[in-house]
Each structure stands twice: as C-alpha cells, then as structure tokens.
Nanobody
Framework: HVQLVESGGGLVQAGGSLRLSCAAS????????MGWYRQAPGKQRELVSV???????NYADSVKGRFIISRDNAINTVWLQMNSLKPEDTAVYYC??????????????WGQGTQVTVSS
C-alpha cells in the first residue's frame, strides 16, 4: 500500500525558511502527481503546490515566488522549499500523491502531516 512520510516541519521566525520532505513507498512514484496541501486551525485544507509526472508545477497565489516544489523520481521523494515564511503560513502541511488508476481517474493518498509554525 502507498505510504507517504513527511519530515522537516517545525518552528521558525517570520522571514525564515524551512524545507519539507516527503518520502513515498508502495507506489510507482514517477507516474504520480505529487503535492503539498495545508490546513490551518478552523480552515479547510488548501492546495499549496503540485508537481505532475512531467515536472510541471503549480502554486497557490499566496506562496508564489516564496515556495518551490521539486521531486526526484530516483529516490521517490518530493520537497517543498519554503522561503520568506509568514505567520499566515502556519498550518499542518500534508504530502499528497495522485496515483493514476486503470479507469483513467486518480487515487488520492495523504501523509500524516507535519506542523509548520511561523512566529511573528
């Protein structure tokens, strides 16, 4: 079965940087779209960034120019480099994998989440 294990969260001051990692297993990684979502207290989970199997990326407007998503298919890992962090970036960050299924759809998988806290 698919497992996504995140690491790299923590506490940082505003303006600082963090790098999140997500290691995937149990899936054909290079076929998957991979991404990061976040959920702040009292808010819905929202997309932060996604990178597809061809390496094309997409970002939420709120993080454009500050965050960079990347992947290495050789080691089944996706990263999120977060720079110029703001207190409003505080949330639990979840790794996401979208695995193509035989019917042309996508199976969604999630990591357990890692807390990112940005102090002002």
């Amino acid at each position: 079965h698919v497992q996504l294990v995140e690491s790299g969260g923590g506490l940082v001051q505003a303006g600082g940087s963090l790098r999140l990692s997500c290691a995937a297993s149990g899936t054909i990684f290079d076929r998957n779209a991979m991404g990061w979502y976040r959920q702040a207290p009292g808010k819905q989970r929202e997309l932060v960034s996604v990178i597809d199997s061809d390496g094309r990326t997409n970002y939420a407007d709120s993080v454009k120019g500050r965050f960079i998503i990347s992947r290495d298919n050789a080691i089944n890992t996706v990263w999120l480099q977060m720079n110029s962090l703001k207190p409003e970036d505080t949330a639990v960050y979840y790794c996401y994998a979208g695995e193509p299924d035989r019917g042309g759809g996508t199976l969604d998988f999630w990591g357990q989440g890692t807390q990112v806290t940005v102090s002002s």
